[in-house]
């Protein structure tokens, strides 16, 4: 755990903007809690508040007792805050049940405190709980039924924010790596299968993704440490995406959670590895 | 003693392992069954080919341009209403079919258990036209106060409104009713907004009216949002005006929804006296629309606008036995997918002025969920409901659910193209779902017992009707499937439980009593049907593409009487009926004044 970052501001700060070191976490913090709003605002999106206090509260008391009971003390709270709201984003739930909520975030968060190597979790977190209870429970969850309206001005705004965001936070390379490679592989895929094109182009102009490319992948704490590998390896997420989607487009049998969310299961599949070998390469040799 | 980090993480790992276990446990549902499940008190038999019913409803064919998404575009039209088209008392049906040159069927009741189609005699056969369109569904109702139940065919095309000439013959008058209309629609509903004791007419309407689906302008014809799309057709209000003629009065009532309605129904939900609107909306939310005294409706939100979803059918019942009019909307799920869940919504318009969605897990996930109707099948004095499902039933092993979820949150410009569309193929689209038959526990909820009571059906269900079609005491369930044969459910209730059921017979209201509502009263009796206020509505449509036996009926349980009835016609007037006998048919007149 990096103390600075549990702190939430390392000490060079000055103005807002100027800071050069802020902790993304509260920039990233602000553009979740911003599409939530927007998207509640416009759309309806949670679909009931219980929802929302129901992941918030799993995800910040499991990150308390966790920390407390690991490290002693209770560590800065947002990166709970940041699972809570995507969570209640991500998962849409059969019916009115909340227990998807509930085992969301303890899956969530206690991911980061058993799926460890080197002291360093190796899952972003909503992507882990995401992916496994799309895994364990398909027939109890799906993943963002809400849409986002369709419409081209929610898609700038959010775009836009989380362009702007990305860039702050000095990830905006993975984001652009992993479009880059989603738009090739895609029409790469299209051209070899025969498919039009703009189905397959789609499904990033919505919701799903635009959650994923903007909070999931540029995760500071599960990205590998060396710029020119996180590109590397969001190609990689992307190839594997491809992959899965071949198979679906060629009804190939894979779990529901494949079909359903691509590019969800490719980061659960890849992320880890990377980080895996990031962290062992990183290693000071004894 | 102070454990080292990896003890206590290997101590957070127990729950951690322990918690993607009870996420695998409550996927699999209830470990055991509830115990009624095996009594549900009632038994439905197939009785279709018995009674002569041998309808195999016809999909329409469209302009090639739009072959991709063809299977999709044309997967509705499977229809069913119930009717008494020669007054003999004994309930028929009628059937439509939607490939042109396909017959629709108008089934007669021979009273002993089965029917003839006379349709072709009647001439409500052949309505499946290049010019005219092809058939969605049909609503019946007595709008010339003859006696006699006329009928509007709805189409992807031109309205046809029928006047039932003889109980045996009818003519088409739709020209001379002001009603030669294109509108591609699913539903319509008979309805006395303005209490003037003349049917008037609400017809939803689904694509554009500008769209001639077998002479394509532009492939932009689909919706432009998943779930809050608003470039559908336009509903219509038609006025009866009397003398056989309508008036087109949608902008000046203000009920001009353009949210792709597929099913409308209409109730007093207020408790104002006037008939309200209620629409389940395509890829979009629900909407309500109040009457205020004939004069205009509002449309309001009601708690309606939180959840976005599929509306494909709209039933009224009292689901809970509170005297009021609750809401059944049926929507998609496909696990793993989408849950947008089916809503119950509970009535709560008089002291809250809103809905209150109160589906569980169970009744909220019916499939792709298509008609749905509530009915006491037990005769216990609760409703159950019967819910049929499924999409498109094609090659088993071929979903379209990958291809959807790549289109479906796309931008709206992709997304209305059905060019755009990845192709259908022959892939299946939530098929072979099978029926449901929830059972109604009161507080217990709701359990699905369509194995138990003998549903067991995989066709592509659309629109469902009840009738008690031998004037038993039993609710009879026919359903109309897309592509395939229609069914009919007998309904055994157990002989326990009694019943009653009403014809009425108006006289300053609509001759149908179209909108009469009745509050069925029990002070005791024993049995689930004792102490409960029970409240039906004669039906003029609900459900997807379908409309109910005239007749409402009650289940009384045990109790071999009901103590009162309050009859609520539209004309406004009230009529208290005191200690019924039970298992009969009354027959009541509206009073003159």
Same mark, same amino acid.
């Given at each position: ?15 807002? +903007? ?13 553009? &979740? *809690? #911003?599409?939530? !709003? @927007? ?119 959010? +775009? ?13 390379? &993975? *984001? #652009?790596?992993? !479009? @880059? ?106 | ?593």
């Amino acid at each position: 755990m990096n103390p600075a970052s549990s702190a939430g501001v390392l000490p060079t700060a000055s103005s807002w +903007w100027s800071r050069p070191r802020l902790d993304p976490r509260y920039l990233i913090a602000f553009l &979740i *809690t #911003l599409v939530l !709003v @927007a998207a509640q605002f416009r759309y309806h999106m949670v679909g009931g508040y219980d929802r929302l206090a129901v992941a918030l509260g799993t995800c910040l008391v499991t990150e308390a007792l966790l920390s407390w009971f690991v490290r002693g003390r209770v560590v800065n709270l947002l990166s709970a805050y940041i699972s809570g709201l995507s969570l209640t984003l991500l998962i849409k739930p059969q019916g009115g049940v909340l227990w998807p909520f509930v085992l969301g975030g303890v899956l969530a968060i206690s991911s980061k405190y058993v799926l460890q190597y080197r002291n360093n979790h190796l899952w972003n977190p909503t992507n882990f709980a995401i992916t496994t209870l799309l895994l364990a429970a398909p027939n109890r969850i799906s993943v963002l039924s809400h849409q986002w309206g369709n419409d081209l001005a929610t898609n700038l705004v959010i +775009w836009g924010f989380g362009l702007v965001i990305t860039a702050r936070v000095r990830v905006l390379h &993975i *984001t #652009l790596a992993y !479009v @880059a490679s989603f738009l090739v592989l895609t029409g790469l895929r299209s051209g070899l299968l025969g498919q039009p094109l703009w189905p397959e182009f789609a499904p990033i102009t919505g919701p799903m993704y635009q959650l994923f490319v903007f909070f999931m992948i540029t995760d500071p704490r599960t990205v590998v440490s060396l710029r020119r590998w996180q590109i590397v390896v969001v190609v990689i997420i992307a190839l594997v995406e491809t992959l899965i989607r071949v198979a679906s487009d060629q009804a190939w049998y894979l779990p529901t959670a494949f079909s359903a969310a691509p590019p969800l299961v490719a980061l659960a599949l890849v992320g880890p590895v990377a980080k895996w070998i990031d962290l062992r390469r990183s290693a000071p040799r004894t | 003693m102070r454990w080292s980090p990896a003890i206590r993480r290997g101590i957070i790992a127990v729950p951690f392992f322990a918690t993607i276990g009870l996420a695998i446990r409550l996927n699999e549902g209830p470990v055991r069954p509830p115990a009624d499940v095996a009594r549900p008190g009632f038994a439905f038999r197939d009785e279709t080919a018995a009674a002569g019913i041998h309808f195999v409803h016809q999909r329409a064919t469209f302009d090639r341009k739009i072959a991709n998404v063809e299977p999709h575009v044309a997967a509705v039209g499977a229809s069913v209403a119930v009717t008494d088209v020669d007054g003999d008392g004994w309930p028929d049906l009628y059937f439509t079919s939607s490939r042109f040159g396909a017959a629709n069927a108008l089934y007669r009741n021979r009273r002993d258990g089965t029917f003839e189609d006379v349709a072709a005699s009647a001439s409500l056969a052949d309505l499946n036209r290049p010019g005219d369109g092809v058939c969605m569904g049909s609503v019946w109702g007595d709008f010339d106060n003859d006696g006699r139940e006329d009928v509007l065919v709805y189409r992807y095309g031109y309205l046809a409104l029928y006047r039932n000439v003889d109980g045996r013959h009818f003519a088409d008058v739709t020209a001379s009713a002001g009603l030669h209309r294109w509108v591609n629609s699913n539903g319509a509903i008979w309805l006395d907004y303005d209490r003037d004791g003349l049917l008037d007419l609400y017809v939803t309407a689904y694509f554009r009216d500008d769209v001639d689906l077998w002479r394509l302008a532009t492939t932009r014809i689909m919706h432009n949002s998943f779930e809050f799309a608003t470039n559908g057709g336009k509903n219509l209000l038609f006025h009866n005006l009397g003398g056989g003629r309508f008036e087109d009065v949608t902008d000046q009532m203000g009920v001009g929804s353009t949210r792709w309605t597929l099913a409308a129904a209409s109730a007093d939900f207020n408790d104002d006296g006037w008939p309200d609107i209620y629409l389940a909306n395509d890829y979009g939310p629900e909407e309500l629309y109040l009457n205020d005294h004939g004069r205009r409706f509002t449309l309001t939100t009601a708690g309606l606008e939180s959840e976005s979803k599929s509306g494909m059918s709209v039933t009224l019942g009292d689901a809970f036995d509170r005297g009021r009019l609750d809401v059944f909307v049926t929507n998609i799920s496909e696990r793993g997918y989408l849950f947008q869940n089916n809503n119950l919504r509970l009535n709560q318009m008089v002291e809250a002025s809103r809905f209150r969605n109160v589906a569980d897990a169970t009744v909220a996930d019916a499939g792709w969920a298509w008609g749905a109707q509530f009915g006491d099948f037990n005769n216990d004095g609760s409703s159950e409901l019967f819910v049929a499902n499924g999409f498109i039933s094609a090659d088993p092993h071929r979903s379209y659910w990958y291809a959807m979820s790549k289109i479906a949150g796309a931008h709206s410009r992709l997304f209305e193209d059905a060019a755009t569309w990845p192709a259908f193929g022959n892939a299946s689209l939530s098929g072979y779902e099978p029926s449901r038959v929830f059972l109604n526990r009161g507080v217990g909820g709701w359990v699905d017992v369509a194995d138990q009571v003998g549903v067991r059906d995989r066709y592509d269900g659309r629109a469902v009707a009840t009738a008690d079609l031998s004037n038993g005491g039993a609710v009879d369930v026919v359903v109309a499937n897309q592509n395939q044969p229609a069914l009919l459910y007998r309904d055994y209730p157990d002989s326990t439980n009694h019943w009653i059921a009403f014809r009425l017979v108006a006289t300053r209201s609509n001759r149908s009593a179209i909108g009469a509502e009745l509050v069925l009263e029990s002070a005791g009796g024993g049995g689930r049907g004792g102490g409960r206020k029970q409240r039906r509505i004669v039906d003029g449509g609900m459900g997807f593409a379908s409309q109910n036996d005239r007749r409402p009926d009650f289940g009384l349980g045990v109790a071999e009487w009901a103590d009162r009835v309050v009859i609520h016609w539209p004309s406004g007037v009230q009529q208290v009926l005191t200690h019924l006998a039970a298992n009969q048919f009354y027959t009541v007149r509206e009073p003159e004044r």
